[in-house]
Antibody, heavy 120, light 111 residues
Framework: QVQLVQSGAELKEPGASVKVSCKPS????????MHWVRQAPGQGPEWLGR????????NYAQKFRGRVTMTRDTSITTEYMELSSLRSDDTAVYYCARSELRHDRWFDLWGQGTLVTVSS | QSVLTQPPSVSGAPGQRVTISCTGSSSNIGAGYEVHWYQQLPGTAPKLLIY???HRPSGVPDRFSASKSGTSASLAITGLQAEDEADYYCQSYDNSLSGSVFGGGTKLTVL
């Protein structure tokens, strides 16, 4: 079955970091970029960045540069997004979503989402 | 504040036609970048509905169609059904931000 399975919900204090995982299955991992998108309660989605699973090269949204790190572990075909210096307005559902390497324009498969709550 | 602007809500009776607009600028839709649309049912992840301005992925009914002109795009849903009640988002690329951008979403209510 073609799917992206993400790690479970997280509760973090302000100033902490969170690391969310995303495990693809049912397709060739190296054929797709992995993007990370978040959605705050009642808001539209917001793009955080992407990683090339072959080279590990990353592109981050300007807003998150310096705070976000995207990595992958090819040995276990899992991708990660770490966000540091968390603030209350980072509370959101974080999704991984793939796009084909050959066009990288739309997201045709999304993970189920990981709720990250930032609260003291 | 989302880069792409959508109306917060639209509504229609079963069987009717509704449209949802998505307005951008010269750095995204107006620059020629494609627009894609997603449907998000309550409590679920967004699902690709339209890609490349006008194309439907396999399995999406032909009741859904879309168009693009200038700095705007539009999603049309004909023959409204109760199961179409969801949030709809547009997405494109922005060259000043160097990344993907989304609309704030439109909640469709089927009366």
């Amino acid at each position: 079955q073609v799917q992206l399975v993400q790690s479970g919900a997280e509760l973090k204090e302000p100033g902490a970091s969170v690391k969310v995982s995303c495990k693809p299955s049912g397709y060739i991992f190296t054929g797709y970029y992995m993007h990370w998108v978040r959605q705050a309660p009642g808001q539209g989605p917001e793009w955080l960045g992407r990683i090339n699973p072959n080279s590990g090269a990353t592109n981050y949204a300007q807003k998150f540069r310096g705070r976000v790190t995207m990595t992958r572990d090819t040995s276990i075909t899992t991708e990660y997004m770490e966000l540091s210096s968390l603030r209350s307005d980072d509370t959101a559902v974080y999704y991984c979503a793939r796009s084909e390497l050959r066009h990288d324009r739309w997201f045709d498969l999304w993970g189920q989402g990981t709720l990250v709550t930032v609260s003291s | 504040q989302s880069v792409l602007t959508q109306p917060p809500s639209v509504s229609g009776a079963p069987g009717q036609r509704v449209t949802i607009s998505c307005t951008g600028s010269s750095s995204n839709i107006g620059a020629g970048y494609e627009v894609h649309w997603y449907q998000q049912l309550p409590g679920t992840a967004p699902k690709l509905l339209i890609y490349g301005n006008i194309h439907r992925p396999s399995g999406v009914p032909d009741r859904f169609s879309a168009s693009k002109s200038g700095t705007s795009a539009s999603l049309a849903i004909t023959g409204l059904q109760a199961e179409d009640e969801a949030d709809y988002y547009c997405q494109s690329y922005d060259n000043s931000l160097s990344g993907s951008v989304f609309g704030g979403g439109t909640k469709l209510t089927v009366l």
